[in-house]
């Protein structure tokens, strides 16, 4: 098995060839040479469970491997308890409409800090998490925990793999652009920078784990100090990070990630950059 490759959303090049509808874009993904496709609801579980249904039919028809992104609005650390509560319910929703596209995993942001101590918050989102867990049947779907990019946000790799330790149903999600943006650059260098990632992960949740991350990739730019801006393209040459080392990586170390590209706009032909850096041309 190989690591898979593919956009987070519907690509403007989806839109240019004349696609429309979210169901029309495993084909697309499938003659594009891609095999992979995160399904963003971000502003919210608008779909019905009919169009998810159709979504994951053209998926597998395809052969295109899914996942779904939770709504940003989730708030796992809110320090009212209310908020958490709607986030388990907006979790619950992610989790539904992800078994019935097919999809493996949820993705899901751990929360901000605020004005806390980095240590309350964690354990504010390690209660809600554990509350989602007793609450929400498991249906098969992973609930993903994102790395992520800005320095007030939870989501550096040791509080993900920490919240993940905590059950077995939880697995990390690693966003090489925001560990490289929330440290403001320099991060991954080299293969090994890359490397270590995945052997710290293997030596806390296991090699499964660490063999079959499902990872997120784009260059971000950074503010000090406070890490994430935006995301860019590929085509960018002052912020990284840059992806090459990475795919030598997984080649020669025989990993299977599932690489997400969140490129703004050209997701699409940066994840098959992506490929191509990793296997070659032809694959």
């Known amino acids: 098995m190989k690591a898979l490759f593919g956009p987070a959303g519907n690509p403007q090049l989806f839109y240019d060839a004349g696609g429309k509808h979210t169901y029309e874009i495993a084909a697309w993904l499938r003659q594009y040479g891609l095999d992979a496709y995160e399904y963003s609801a971000g502003r919210g579980v608008n779909g ?7 979504i994951g ?33 907006y979790i619950r929703q992610s989790m539904e409409a992800a078994l019935a596209m097919g ?9 901000s800090v605020g004005k806390r101590q980095r240590e309350q918050a964690l354990a504010l989102a390690r209660d809600t998490l554990l509350r989602a867990l007793d609450e929400i049947p498991d249906n098969g779907v992973h609930m993903g925990l994102e ?41 991954f260098l080299t293969a090994d920078d890359y490397r270590r990632v995945f052997d710290k992960i293997g030596e806390a949740l296991g090699e499964q784990k660490a063999r079959y991350l499902h990872c997120h990739f784009s260059k971000i730019q950074y503010t000090t100090p406070g890490g994430e801006k935006c995301h860019l393209t590929f085509a960018d040459t002052e912020y990284g990070p840059q992806f090459e080392p990475l795919g030598e990586v997984i080649a ?31 694959n």
């Open 48 to 54: 019905s469970i009919e169009t998810f249904l159709k």
């Open 57 to 89: 039919e053209e998926a597998r028809k395809y052969g295109i491997r899914t996942s779904f992104h939770a709504p940003y609005f989730i708030s796992l650390s809110g320090e009212k308890e209310e908020t958490r509560l709607r986030s388990i319910d």
């Open 103 to 111: 999809a493996d995993t949820v993705v899901i942001h751990t929360g």
């Open 147 to 187: 790395t992520m990019g800005k320095v007030g946000q939870l989501g550096t790799l040791d509080e993900v793999i920490g919240l993940c330790s905590s059950h077995e149903r939880l697995y990390p999600v690693v966003d090489f652009g925001h560990l490289n943006a929330r440290e403001l650059g320099g991060v």
């Open 252 to 282: 020669k170390d025989g990993l299977c990630p599932r690489m997400i590209c969140e490129s703004a706009g050209t997701q699409a032909e940066d994840a098959l950059f992506m490929k191509r850096c990793t296997y070659g041309e032809e």
